[in-house]
């Protein structure tokens, strides 16, 4: 039976990267964003949702679960930020981050370990942001939201370990995607000088993480987190 791997926000950057490098390595692969995706292979099924939808993401699950495959991996990979001063940052906006942003994965994270504790095997990797260590000002409400994933991350670590399940986190550095395309040059190229390489993070960079978490020998790591560019 071939395992399979869910990534959350593969219509575009990261994610379709991620999904599509995926499928090449033999996983077949579940995606899901809001919008349709411009993914097309065999091994690849698209789910149109939304992710501050628990009713949407239960529903998924269900279907995942029909499919002639192990479910074995969840990339947590979809995510929003405000960008935004906090003295301007009105409650709704903090509401939608904290929703898709930990409330999601949560949901997400809940409902794939009830399907990969039937296998004894599973691995989830939850997306942070090095905007927590460093305490990036600007993004107060988004860095709060990925503090929680990394709290939760490691909690949860302990619940499904007995499940053969691990748990453990990703937080790139700035990559050029849709996430920082608003953010100006200067403000980016200050957090890159924070960092003990100072470069901007490459896809490649973070299917390199994931691509250890995943790995069947990896299964005594969990509970951790690597960020990109070394702080």
């Given at each position: 039976m071939k395992k399979s791997v869910l990534v959350t926000g593969s219509s575009k950057g990261i994610g379709k990267f991620l999904a599509e490098a995926l499928l090449d390595q033999g996983y077949y692969v579940f995606g899901c964003?809001?919008?349709?995706?411009?993914?097309?292979?065999?091994?690849?099924?698209?789910?149109?949702?939304?992710?501050?939808?628990?009713?949407?993401i239960v529903n998924m699950f269900k279907a995942i679960r029909t499919s002639n495959t192990q479910f074995?991996?969840?990339?947590?990979?979809?995510?929003?930020?405000?960008?935004?001063?906090?003295?301007?940052?009105?409650?709704?906006?903090?509401?939608?981050?904290?929703?898709?942003?930990?409330?999601?994965?949560?949901?997400?994270?809940?409902?794939?370990?009830?399907?990969?504790?039937?296998?004894?095997?599973?691995?989830?990797?939850?997306?942070?942001?090095?905007?927590?260590?460093?305490?990036?000002?600007?993004?107060?409400?988004?860095?709060?939201?990925?503090?929680?994933?990394?709290?939760?991350?490691?909690?949860?670590?302990?619940?499904?370990?007995?499940?053969?399940?691990?748990?453990?986190i990703l937080g790139p550095n700035p990559i050029e995607t849709d996430l920082i395309k608003n953010v100006e040059n200067q403000k980016l190229n200050n957090v890159v000088n924070m960092q003990t390489i100072k470069r901007f993070g490459l896809f490649e960079d973070v299917l390199n993480v994931i691509n250890f978490y995943l790995k069947k020998e990896s299964n005594f790591v969990t509970g951790q987190k690597i960020y990109l560019g070394g702080l």
């Open positions: 964003s809001r919008g349709a995706s411009s993914i097309e292979h065999n091994d690849y099924t698209h789910f149109e949702l939304n992710l501050d939808n628990e009713k949407d074995y991996g969840l990339i947590n990979n979809a995510g929003i930020a405000s960008m935004n001063h906090a003295l301007l940052t009105p409650k709704k906006t903090v509401s939608k981050i904290i929703d898709i942003n930990f409330v999601s994965t949560f949901i997400c994270a809940r409902e794939a370990s009830k399907l990969m504790k039937k296998h004894k095997e599973g691995r989830i990797v939850n997306f942070s942001t090095i905007a927590v260590p460093i305490g990036l000002q600007g993004e107060a409400v988004y860095a709060a939201s990925k503090s929680a994933v990394e709290t939760f991350t490691k909690c949860f670590s302990k619940e499904v370990a007995d499940f053969g399940i691990t748990v453990n």
